[in-house]
């Protein structure tokens, strides 16, 4: 059974940089064909993609966020970590990390297998 789970601050002051790590379990972030993602989602609004990393530490950014994005691996502690720069309000949301399948740029044609439960992660004064 894989399982994965958010950790990380939960309140982040605007201008500072967001930091979240995903603790993956039960699976290697090392094995091939798995494309390791963050996903958020604002408050009242869809699911956004923000971009993932695979085995061998390729990224792949929404450009929307690349500029502001940066996603990376340790593959000793089974992790994956993501940094968002330069945050404001609008950055306030549910982040997730999950497992894709098959992935191509930003499609996913085989989903996310499995998720973490999310964390709440506030950008305020």
């Known amino acids: 059974q894989v399982q994965l789970q958010e950790s990380g601050p939960g309140l982040v002051k605007p201008s500072q940089t967001l930091s979240l790590t995903c603790t993956v379990s039960?699976?290697?972030?090392?094995?091939?064909?798995?494309?390791w993602t963050w996903i958020r989602q604002p408050p009242g609004k869809g699911l956004e993609w923000i971009g993932y990393?695979?085995?061998?530490?390729?990224?792949y950014y929404s450009p929307s966020l690349k500029s502001r994005t940066s996603i990376s691996r340790d593959w000793v502690k089974n992790q994956f970590t993501l940094q968002l720069s330069s945050v404001t309000p609008e950055d306030t949301a549910v982040y997730y990390c999950?497992?894709?399948?098959?992935?191509?740029?930003?499609?996913?044609?085989?989903?996310?297998?499995?998720w973490g439960q999310g964390t709440q992660v506030t950008v305020s004064s």
């Open positions: 990393i695979t085995y061998s530490g390729s990224t």
């Open positions: 039960g699976g290697s972030i090392a094995t091939e064909h798995y494309y």
């Open positions: 999950a497992r894709g399948r098959s992935c191509s740029g930003y499609v996913c044609y085989g989903g996310w297998d499995y």
